[in-house]
């Protein structure tokens, strides 16, 4: 089986790197502010999927390219423009994506370095890791509802037990954005640095859990999947039907237009 780095050797849209037994997987579309496209959601899948299985790994960072962590799907390329013809007409938004399982499957602790905008996926992402830590600039968003739809696995599966059921109604149920200190507040991240120290923070913490017995992590982490969380294929397969559903809507498309157009959306609720 090829390494971790030999397997992302000619990745575009990710960088990754191994130091330490740890690796560090950058999304690297700064240009769009790391909003995934589908080669970029592929590429994250694989660079996730071989640190799990890359014995030298034992501990995986996440975390953007400035000035953003990641602004979740290129809506201009994946809800809005043409799909691929090599694909299945499903889009990558329904859940759960490969990428989500990807992270939800890697069996080395995860750890979200937040450097700036985590909203829509780039949200999901970040709740899909086990640790979050963030930038004073970082900002957090569950954005779906503001295009018609509903989130990916993270938000219904992580998210309620990281900040409890009510702020995540409230947090889901109004699209809002808050910042780095409100996140730190509520739970959804256990620390915020400077800009500046949020990768050698991210780097000290991975080291001190790449230093413990890889086996006795690893067991510890699939614990608290076990028990703390619930069941992640039964939530997204209730999230594709519902995806499905909206998808079809006039709000998601008055949500993607009004997105693409820069103004206010008028949703009619069909």
């Not at 397997?7 to 995934?36: C, M, Q, Y």
């Not at 995860?110 to 709740?127: D, R």
């Not at 006795?216 to 703390?228: E, I, M, P």
Request: aromatic share 6%; with cysteine; charged share 25%.
């Amino acid at each position: 089986m090829a390494s971790l780095l030999e397997k992302s050797a000619g990745f575009e849209h990710t960088v990754v790197t191994l130091e330490d037994h740890v690796a560090t997987i950058t999304l690297n579309r700064p240009h769009r502010r790391n909003a995934l496209n589908f080669p970029a959601y592929d590429e994250l899948e694989q660079s996730l999927r071989t640190a799990a299985a890359d014995p030298e790994v034992r501990c995986v960072i996440v975390t953007g390219a400035d000035p953003a962590f990641c602004s979740g799907d290129d809506v201009g390329e994946i809800m809005a423009g043409p799909k691929p013809v090599t694909r299945a007409p499903m889009p990558v938004t329904f859940s759960p994506t490969p990428a989500a399982m990807a992270a939800l499957e890697c069996d080395k602790p995860l750890i979200a370095a937040v450097n700036g905008a985590a909203v829509g996926w780039g949200m999901e992402l970040s709740l899909f890791a086990d640790i979050r830590i963030a930038s004073e600039k970082a900002r957090f968003g569950e954005l779906f509802v503001k295009r018609g739809l509903v989130c990916d696995v993270g938000g219904f599966y992580r998210l309620p037990a990281v900040v409890g059921p009510a702020k995540a109604a409230e947090l889901l149920f109004t699209g809002e954005v808050i910042d780095a200190a409100e996140a730190l507040r509520i739970g959804l991240v256990t620390q915020v640095t400077p800009h500046e120290d949020l990768m050698p923070a991210a780097k000290a913490l991975a080291g001190k859990i790449a230093a413990n017995p890889p086996l006795a992590v690893r067991h510890l982490k699939a614990g608290l999947s076990r028990f703390a969380y619930g069941d992640p294929r039964e939530i997204g397969a209730w999230a594709i039907e519902k995806i499905r559903l909206l998808m079809q809507t006039e709000d998601h498309k008055e949500g993607v237009a009004s997105f693409l157009e820069k103004r206010q959306p008028v949703f009619q609720g069909r």
